[in-house]
């Protein structure tokens, strides 16, 4: 790899002791698949008119030996997607009500009071709904009265 870029003033010698002394733990392929991107250009942010430091080719070489351990496993399956349930007539009329209860509330500043009356149901949202003079329509009338 290294004879690959313009020669430094260093000692070859010793640049090659310190590649081997750090690199110890490291695969071997690892560092071969390191010398050979660098090599290649194939290094990102790499500058190709200069051999890379002893740090920027440790870098690399560490982060192939990480991948290395997950090669030739099979791919995991693609996700399955939920089929996409319609909301059922009387959950499209609760969230007929919520969206202009969410706008008031912003409106007035109490999301705090939205909340609450979220949490104890739907009579709880239409009586803040009238107070608040949110239209409600008939379909929630109803559902509450069979509720009740």
Not at 66 to 76: Q, T, V, Y
Not at 121 to 128: F, H, P, Q, T
Request: hydrophobic fraction near 40%; charge should be positive; charged fraction near 25%.
């Amino acid at each position: 790899m290294l004879n690959s870029f313009p020669q430094t003033s260093g000692n070859p010698d010793l640049t090659m002791q310190t590649y081997e002394a750090v690199l110890a733990g490291v695969a071997p392929q690892a560092v071969v698949e390191a010398a050979q991107r660098f090599t290649t250009g194939a290094v990102a942010g790499q500058n190709g008119s200069f051999a890379p430091s002893v740090a920027e080719f440790v870098r690399e070489a560490r982060r192939i030996a990480e991948i290395m351990p997950h090669r030739g496993r099979k791919a995991l399956p693609v996700p399955g997607r939920a089929p996409r349930r319609e909301p059922r007539p009387d959950e499209r009329a609760r969230m007929c009500l919520k969206l202009p209860l969410l706008q008031a509330a912003i409106r007035n500043g109490r999301a705090d009071l939205l909340a609450e009356a979220s949490r104890h149901g739907l009579d709880e949202l239409v009586a803040l709904a009238q107070s608040w003079r949110v239209p409600v329509s008939e379909q929630i009338l109803t559902q509450l009265k069979r509720a009740q």
